[in-house]
């Protein structure tokens, strides 16, 4: 097992950081699909809805699913 470098967590932290931001800003896409004029006059619920839950899957699992990743290529 080999100590990983503080440029490593850096760059680590800023994934898990643009990670969450980009789920926040789907599910936001998504919900002014939903609700405004963007698409549809009134909104579209058949494109913003889906759009939101991925969004919102990616923002909460998407830092635990790359933690994990790189904890099995620590070694841990």
């Known amino acids: 097992m080999?100590?990983?470098?503080d440029a490593v967590w850096r760059n680590r932290f800023i994934t898990l950081q643009l990670t969450r931001i980009g789920g926040t800003a789907?599910?936001?896409?998504?919900l002014f699909i939903w609700y405004g004029d963007l698409v549809?006059?009134?909104?579209?619920i058949?494109?913003?809805?889906?759009?939101a839950l991925v969004g919102l899957a990616i923002s909460f699992w998407g830092p635990m699913?790359?933690?994990?990743?790189?904890?099995?290529?620590d070694g841990r």
């Open 2 to 5: 080999t100590p990983v470098d």
């Open 26 to 30: 789907i599910v936001m896409l998504g």
């Open 40 to 44: 549809a006059e009134g909104g579209s």
């Open 46 to 51: 058949v494109l913003g809805l889906p759009m």
């Open 65 to 73: 699913h790359l933690s994990r990743k790189w904890r099995r290529q």
